[in-house]
């Protein structure tokens, strides 16, 4: 078969020409792109030609911060996300009970809306899942539920972090999932697979796994890389983090390469400062709303998160680690400002170092950020689904703190790096969703233009893991050929307020055009990565 392709008569998301309707890819690589004229002029019988009927060419996706086991196994097991209420919970727990042998296992659950106000009992859980065990994963995974039986197998009495009844977290919910979730070899490669073509069925080509020895072993990590050495080729690309700290530049560089030289993006990702709000264990600097004794917990302090980055910085290994509450994003700046003072802040920012999520930061720590050259990991669909009026957030910190929350477009006029992605399974991995959340966020100051949530999900994504290529992420003539195509029935340049000027919305500016992102969201219909098809609904449509 030709190794040149034509993908012509659509709309092609590029840089090089904001009209173009057409794309040669030669190989791995885009080779040219342009309008239908000259596509004319370059179609032979070495050119196989693929109609795209008006379909969108746009660079694929890159999700910034996923699980793919989890992901895999959440894809696969009872699906509670949007349940509403105790009742409802109970009873596809006993459906599903009924309908296999085993553990029932679920996730997506969030009790914010419930009318019962409360979780369900682990008594109510062992009646439901008819003495078998049951472990149900909160939609943030920093905590579950589980049933009397399970709770007393694994001994849970006494083990911080169990209430004492069906809610576990912390040490609780550790010990919980290591027992739950110990899969095996086959079936941890089963759920990874499933993830990886769940992804690119997204218009994803590629991906930052954030795996840490609390979320999954490090022979998890090892089946991935031995998955990938196999089937590599037809899957998004990985790029890994693994979220254990060091304290030694000697450390650091024996962990990164332990996985194999050059296997590993970083050490952090999920190294954990804090924990999250659903489960009220993201460390604020005020008590919880709904929970006035609360402050929530504090894994790592400012000298550990300094020993941290020193050690990679000095080893040349990015660090990363996950934070969402204010004071533990105080506890990251003066983390990141102790090494600062120790290997000096051009050291720092040398590293390229990130952190995940930071849900609530004021002007004073973005512009630390901004200072100490740290990449932001955000998760818009977060205020998608917990930002409204009255939504978790509100319920959490109250109406005036949770106003300012998961501001994109603060950290983007700031000058901070910003990337992009679903933390799946926590949020549904959907990129043009995403891309909506920033056009929608529920605080109008966070809004940014469908443009630049874009460049945050694409460029800035293979960016922020330090791809070399520096066309990673665009379709232009010697770029890397990894694109995904879209069915849109409209294109637009879309801003969040109607007082932008006209001219940037104007077709004379020359701006390339998205999907207008209303009622039905764009449908994934081929995704290539470096030349090579990975998902493909096209197959035997509009191709010659």
């Not at 952190?355 to 998760?379: F, M, P, R, Y």
Request: hydrophobic residues 45%; charged residues 20%; proline residues 4%.
């Amino acid at each position: 078969m030709s190794s040149l392709v034509m993908y012509r008569n659509g709309a092609v998301y590029s840089q090089a020409d904001p009209f173009a309707t057409a794309m040669l890819v030669d190989g791995d690589t885009v080779a040219w792109v342009g309008q239908e004229a000259a596509a004319a002029s370059l179609v032979d019988d070495r050119v196989r030609v693929v109609d795209l009927r008006g379909a969108l060419v746009a660079p694929a996706f890159f999700d910034s911060h996923v699980h793919l086991t989890e992901t895999g196994a959440a894809l696969a097991s009872l699906d509670l996300t949007g349940v509403g209420s105790v009742a409802e919970l109970l009873r596809l727990v006993a459906d599903d009970a009924a309908r296999h042998a085993g553990a029932v296992a679920g996730a997506g659950w969030d009790q914010s809306a419930w009318p019962e106000g409360r979780v369900p009992t682990a008594a109510e859980l062992e009646e439901a899942g008819g003495g078998r065990d049951v472990y149900l994963t909160r939609i943030d995974v920093h905590s579950g539920l589980v049933n009397a039986s399970l709770a007393r197998r694994l001994g849970l009495a006494g083990i911080d972090g169990w209430d004492g009844d069906s809610t576990v977290v912390r040490e609780a919910h550790a010990r919980v999932r290591a027992a739950v979730l110990d899969f095996g070899d086959a079936a941890r490669a089963d759920h990874q697979r499933r993830a990886l073509r769940h992804l690119a069925a997204h218009g994803y080509a590629g991906v930052a796994e954030m795996a840490a020895p609390h979320i999954g072993t490090r022979r998890d990590l090892e089946i991935l890389f031995e998955l990938l050495d196999a089937e590599g080729d037809d899957h998004p690309g990985v790029h890994a983090y693994w979220g254990e700290a060091v304290t030694t530049p000697k450390q650091a560089r024996a962990l990164a390469d332990s996985f194999g030289p050059g296997r590993l993006a970083g050490l952090g990702g999920d190294l954990n400062i804090d924990g999250s709000l659903g489960s009220r264990t993201a460390y604020l600097r005020e008590p919880y709303a709904d929970d006035p004794g609360n402050r929530g917990t504090l894994f790592l302090d400012a000298a550990r998160i300094a020993d941290h980055v020193v050690a990679c910085s000095s080893a040349g290994v990015q660090a990363a680690f996950h934070v969402i509450g204010d004071a533990g994003v105080d506890e990251a700046v003066a983390g990141f400002r102790l090494a600062a003072e120790r290997i000096g802040t051009a050291a720092v920012q040398a590293g390229r170092h990130r952190l995940e999520h930071v849900e609530i930061a004021d002007e004073s720590a973005v512009q630390a950020l901004l200072e100490l050259g740290i990449t932001v990991s955000l998760q818009p669909a977060f205020d998608a689904y917990w930002g409204a009026p009255g939504g978790q957030y509100e319920q959490r910190l109250g109406a005036e703190r949770s106003s300012r929350m998961n501001e994109v477009g603060r950290f983007l006029a700031a000058g901070v790096p910003v990337c992009l992605g679903s933390d799946t399974p926590v949020t549904e991995a959907s990129p043009w969703a995403a891309v909506k959340a920033c056009l929608e966020h529920h605080t109008r100051s966070a809004r940014v233009s469908a443009r630049a949530a874009f460049l945050a999900h694409t460029r800035a994504g293979h960016r922020a893991v330090g791809a070399p290529d520096p066309l990673a992420g665009q379709l232009v003539p010697g770029a890397e050929a990894t694109f995904a195509v879209w069915a849109a029935s409209e294109l637009a340049v879309q801003t969040p307020d109607a007082r932008v000027s006209s001219w940037s919305t104007d077709a004379r500016a020359g701006t390339p055009m998205l999907p207008v992102l209303e009622d039905e969201l764009p449908a994934c219909q081929r995704t290539v990565r470096r030349g090579r098809v990975i998902f493909d609904a096209l197959a035997g449509e509009g191709a010659s």
